[in-house]
């Protein structure tokens, strides 16, 4: 079983969607939750950051971390065609020794 | 200034060139480091320097050979390269070491060797 698991698409969807991107773990020592959205042949830039369990939002992006069933979530809402990107889940442990980043999914909205 | 500087934007290098990527960075950040990133897959983590001293090597082969001159800059040497050693590779910076996984990564050094 890998560390970091997340559904590498591609996705497509049409503007305007709500987008549902996830990732599931198995390390339960893992605190600190991250996305990154990374653009053709650039680096990937930080999204969204959370500590344990809960909820944060930003604007168009939501995180939803739920650390009992080892699940986390980004959401984002009145997707645009600016979105088109892969998004990398990423968290490390309470000490920030092991920081891993989840395969990547491919998202591509359509006008 | 919120940004990591990575040069050059591409490399193309035959097996027997040397070869140096640079970056830099100054937002005071503590901690720096080097992926290597091929196409379709996650950054993997190649090195680590924590307050200016190499602290994680992951395994990396000889013919990389990081530097890291001072608290702002970060270099890659390379030297007799193999072909699958194309890849985009990316640096990257974090305020302090373990404490904060915020990473700030520059648009990367899309490297080809012939």
Excluded at chain 1, 10 to 38: D, K
Excluded at chain 2, 3 to 27: R, W
Aim: hydrophobic share 30%.
């Amino acid at each position: 079983q890998k560390e970091v698991e997340q559904d590498p698409g591609p996705l497509s969807v049409p503007e305007g969607a709500i987008v549902s991107l996830n990732c599931t773990y198995s390390n339960s020592a893992f605190q600190y939750f991250m996305w990154y959205r990374q653009y053709s042949r650039k680096g990937p830039e930080l999204l969204m950051y959370t500590y344990s369990s809960g909820n944060k939002e930003d604007g168009r992006f939501t995180a939803q971390v739920d650390k009992s069933s080892k699940y986390i979530s980004l959401f984002i809402r009145d997707s645009q065609p600016s979105d088109s990107a892969t998004y990398l889940c990423a968290m490390s442990d309470n000490y920030g020794q092991n920081f891993v980043f989840g395969p990547g999914t491919r998202l591509s909205v359509l006008p | 200034d919120t940004e990591v500087t990575q040069t050059p934007k591409h490399l193309v290098m035959g097996m027997t060139n040397k070869k140096s990527l640079k970056c830099e960075q100054h937002m005071g950040h503590r901690a720096m480091y080097w992926y290597k990133q091929k196409a379709k897959k996650p950054p993997e983590l190649m090195f680590v320097y924590s307050y200016e001293k190499l602290s994680i090597n992951e395994s990396v082969p000889s013919r990389f050979s990081p530097e890291c001159p001072n608290s702002s800059l970060l270099n890659l040497h390379l030297h007799a390269l193999q072909p699958e050693d194309s890849a985009l590779y990316l640096c990257a910076s974090s305020q302090v070491p373990g404490l904060d996984e915020k990473l700030f990564f520059g648009s990367g050094t899309q490297l080809s060797v012939l």
